[in-house]
């Protein structure tokens, strides 16, 4: 469920690349097909990554496939420490800065505490 406000990372090589923007921050839904909690809330994100009129603020998913051992994000979410979703992550020059989980986050709040760190 991604509009054109939030790009959908597929490869390794996609996140690094968007991670590592210079002068950017990346704030990330990892999710799963799955996950009722992920299908309730991506509304809301998508939303805000919609309204969001900071260039320097960037909207990804991720399609958490833990199921397949040698899939990329098992590491990237090993990496991030992320062992429940829907997980929101913040980065910023491939860093985490920030993280909220679970369906009940107030994403505007946490968005507003991510560009506060700016």
């Known amino acids: 469920m991604a509009n054109d406000s939030i ?3 597929e490869t390794a090589e ?3 690349e968007l991670i590592n923007s210079p002068g950017k921050t990346t704030i990330i839904d990892f999710w799963a097909d799955w ?3 992920c299908k309730a809330i991506a509304p809301r994100f998508a939303k805000l990554a919609e309204d ?3 260039d320097n603020l960037v909207f990804a998913k991720v399609e958490l496939k833990m199921e397949e051992a040698d899939h990329w994000t098992g590491p990237v979410a090993n990496e ?3 062992v429940s979703i ?7 020059d ?3 800065i920030e993280s909220q989980k679970g369906a009940q986050v107030n994403l505007v709040a946490f968005v507003s505490q991510v ?3 700016e």
Request: hydrophobic letters at 40%; aromatic letters at 8%.
């Open 7 to 9: 790009t959908v990372i």
């Open 14 to 16: 996609q996140y690094q």
């Open 35 to 37: 996950c009722m909690p």
């Open 52 to 54: 969001n009129t900071n």
């Open 80 to 82: 991030l420490k992320i």
């Open 86 to 92: 829907p997980h929101f992550v913040a980065l910023r």
């Open 94 to 96: 491939g860093k985490k």
């Open 115 to 117: 560009q506060a760190l």
